[in-house]
């Protein structure tokens, strides 16, 4: 039965088109016999398979994945962070394999791995000591006509 069916989907194929196939709604098991090629011999997902990435005999790089027929490395790709298809957010950027805030992390502060000294903020990607700082007092903008004392407006 399972003959007759993957026949039954290579002629519609070869009737219709492959291009005619609308990937949004094929199921993976769809999607998947149009992405296999024969390489050295073997059957192979040219969107998954490092040693055939995109194309027979592309092979990634040690430390990268082949996502979608992409080679990727998923400590720092901001569209595969951490695994394959996992977009960091606009603005964010992939440090470690995790999305981060540049602008707000205070252990990717600018860049991957500027941690912020303790008593500091991340502010706009710069860490910004926020105790005694009459523009920053407690927190980041937070301006203080007064002095700024462990983080509070002294109003005294």
């Known amino acids: 039965m399972e ?6 989907m290579v002629m519609i194929v070869a009737i219709t088109g492959a291009a005619a196939l609308n990937t949004d709604v094929a199921t993976r ?3 998947s016999l ?11 997902d040219i969107t998954t398979d490092p040693l055939n990435c995109g194309r027979c005999g592309n092979a990634c790089p040690m430390g990268t994945m082949c996502c979608n027929g992409n080679c990727a490395n998923l ?14 957010a606009q603005g964010n950027i992939c440090c470690n394999s ?12 600018g860049r991957c791995g500027n941690t ?11 860490c910004t000591e926020v105790f005694s ?13 007064n002095p700024c004392v462990l983080g509070v407006c002294n109003y005294d």
Request: include cysteine; charged fraction near 15%.
């Open 98 to 109: 995790s999305c981060r805030n540049p602008s707000t992390s205070v252990f990717d502060c």
């Open 75 to 88: 400590i720092t790709s901001r569209e595969h962070c951490g695994i394959c298809g996992n977009a960091c």
């Open 29 to 31: 098991s769809e999607r």
């Open 116 to 126: 912020c000294p303790v008593g500091s903020n991340c502010c706009g990607g710069t």
């Open 3 to 8: 003959t007759t069916s993957f026949a039954l």
């Open 34 to 44: 149009f992405m296999r090629r024969t390489c050295n011999g073997m059957s192979v």
């Open 133 to 145: 700082s009459q523009r920053n007092c407690g927190g980041c903008g937070v301006v203080c006509p």
